[in-house]
């Protein structure tokens, strides 16, 4: 079990640009979160699955940003057309169904010129 | 919606001093689970309460969940230099169906220990 990894592991993009990230979960954890952090805040939840079904949607989260897990296995995290405000490091985590406890990845820090 | 609240924003102590910070939410929760990031880290689950006026010890670490399972509190005693970040609550909110569920983070509490 090597954890929960996030490729890539930053991201520099000009504005306007769209990007993709991915996460991939422990193997055996059904539930997958996206999360967003900026310099001295909490994680700010976006999104999160159980196996391949997409069951909430932060409201604060834009129609630029799209999250799929296809086959419930992986998951990937996509902003179109990035502004500045989208600069920040955004964590995936994992979980079990009835263990709530959630294991972070590194994450992908995103930066936007 | 759902909220988290955490306080203090930051706290700065001499090594061997105690340290506390607390957590409330606006909505009760099915459970607490507190959570540890180091500089430059992620992450990294320390606990998880579930009953009503649960304590919990790890060491030099007491985690208290309140009575009406809407607040919380982690207490460091006699800090050390080792224990510097920034420690997070997260609360775990089901809806009424109970098969769905999210994990709420506070802004959590940045720790600082002079040596």
């Known amino acids: 079990d090597t954890g929960v990894s996030q490729d890539p592991r930053h991201k520099i993009t000009k504005r306007g640009q769209n990007v993709t990230f991915r996460c991939d979960p422990i193997s055996e954890h059904n539930r997958l979160y996206w999360y967003r952090q900026t310099l001295g805040q909490g994680p700010e939840f976006l999104t999160y699955?159980?196996?391949?079904?997409?069951?909430?949607k932060s409201r604060l989260l834009s129609d630029r940003f799209s999250a799929e897990r296809p086959k419930g296995s992986f998951s990937t995290l996509e902003i179109q057309r990035t502004e500045q405000g989208d600069s920040a490091m955004y964590l995936c985590a994992s979980s079990q169904v009835k263990n709530t406890e959630a294991f972070f990845g590194q994450g992908t820090r995103l930066t936007v010129v | 919606g759902q909220q988290v609240m955490q306080i203090p924003q930051y706290q700065h102590v001499q090594e061997g001093e105690d340290f506390t910070t607390y957590c409330n939410s606006s909505?009760?929760?099915?459970?607490i689970q507190w959570y540890k990031q180091r500089p430059g880290g992620h992450p990294v689950f320390l606990i998880q309460l579930v009953k009503s006026g649960e304590v919990k010890k790890q060491k030099r670490l007491t985690f208290q969940f309140g009575e009406a399972k809407k607040n919380s509190s982690l207490h460091i005693t006699a800090t050390q230099t080792t224990d510097v970040g920034t420690y997070f609550c997260?609360?775990?909110?089901?809806?009424?169906?109970?098969?769905?569920?999210?994990?709420?983070f506070g802004k959590g509490t940045l720790l600082t220990v002079n040596p």
């Open positions: 699955f159980q196996n391949e079904a997409q069951l909430e």
């Open positions: 997260a609360g775990l909110l089901r809806n009424s169906g109970g098969s769905n569920y999210k994990l709420t």
């Open positions: 909505t009760t929760l099915s459970n």
